[in-house]
């Protein structure tokens, strides 16, 4: 198949585009640079110059291929609500002309876990929590693309967790080890029971692939490599391979300590993925996320240096 990816050069992008194109796919990836088409190219994929508040160059992108996995992301935390809302008319643009052009057309889009209720083990079937501000603005365009199932696209969600890691930013990791690189203790909020469910990056990319061969429309699907691991663990895994303090901040200085970040280091977030291991034949084998901290360290200190 002829796959148009958005986002195709970022964390997971690259890793997704690595999979389409050794499993026999072509690629034309969106990219914003013109690093990223070069980048594009070395791996055997083409390449066209534009973002997702683009829409016709979207449509375009769309419209020459059989399928669309769409990662891209607009990260902008001080907007989010208007970045949330950048990423439905991406959705919708692209999903009409799949829907327009008929036949065996996918489209995949990226969601989270986090959009799910804090602290219960969620799965596939589970709608985002739409009394959270994060959850209802995010999770909308869930619906948005599973709407194209009903107009013939064989529509579908990939779920990523909080922590989809490698080498490389890995999602929570990347600040979590920045924080503790800068404070120079590896903390975590109270007792540190609360948990991040985690996935390996290049496990997340088969399960886009999958998903756009052979999902159901309408499907859901959890990229979780990892059920439940508690942020002490992670913190103390961090410390060692640091060779600093590992401590605990309580729920009064937790804002001081981790900033902007205060929302991923108290989340608690368990998540399975057992409908999708059964629905896709989706076999994660990559590295645990306490497996990679080695790996999420030695990236995170090279950019600090």
């Not at 989010?80 to 950048?86: E, K, N, P």
């Not at 309408?218 to 303090?245: C, R, T, W, Y």
Request: hydrophobic content about 40%; overall charge negative.
């Amino acid at each position: 198949m002829r796959v148009f990816v958005t986002g195709s050069t970022g964390f997971v992008g690259e890793a997704v585009v690595k999979e389409l194109l050794s499993a026999g796919h072509t690629v034309l990836g969106l990219t914003r640079s013109d690093k990223g088409v070069e980048q594009l190219k070395s791996q055997g994929a083409e390449a066209v110059n534009g973002t997702i508040e683009d829409l016709e160059v979207l449509k375009k992108g769309a419209s020459q291929c059989d399928a669309v996995i769409h990662l891209a992301f607009v990260h902008n935390f001080t907007d989010f609500v208007g970045s949330c809302a950048t990423d439905r008319a991406a959705i919708t643009a692209m999903g009409s002309v799949l829907a327009a052009a008929g036949g065996d057309r996918a489209l995949v889009i990226t969601s989270g876990t986090m959009m799910l209720e804090k602290g219960k083990l969620g799965d596939e079937d589970d709608g985002p929590d739409m009394t959270n501000p994060m959850g209802a603005a995010r999770g909308a365009s869930e619906p948005v693309c599973l709407h194209f199932a009903k107009q013939g696209v064989r529509a579908s969600v990939v779920r990523l967790p909080p922590t989809t890691h490698g080498y490389g930013q890995s999602g929570f990791m990347g600040p979590f080890v920045s924080v503790a690189l800068q404070k120079g203790v590896s903390a975590y909020v109270g007792d540190g029971q609360n948990r991040w469910c985690a996935g390996h990056r290049d496990d997340a990319a088969k399960l886009f692939r999958l998903a756009m061969e052979k999902a159901k429309p309408g499907s859901i699907f959890h990229a979780v490599g990892e059920e439940s691991v508690m942020l002490k663990d992670i913190a103390a895994e961090v410390g060692k391979q640091l060779n600093i303090p590992v401590v605990s901040i309580s729920t009064e200085k937790v804002e001081d300590h981790f900033g902007w970040f205060v929302f991923g280091a108290g989340a608690d977030n368990p998540a399975s993925s057992a409908k999708t291991k059964e629905r896709l034949g989706w076999t994660p084998t990559g590295l645990t996320v306490i497996e990679d901290v080695p790996n999420i360290v030695k990236y995170m200190k090279s950019q600090e240096a």
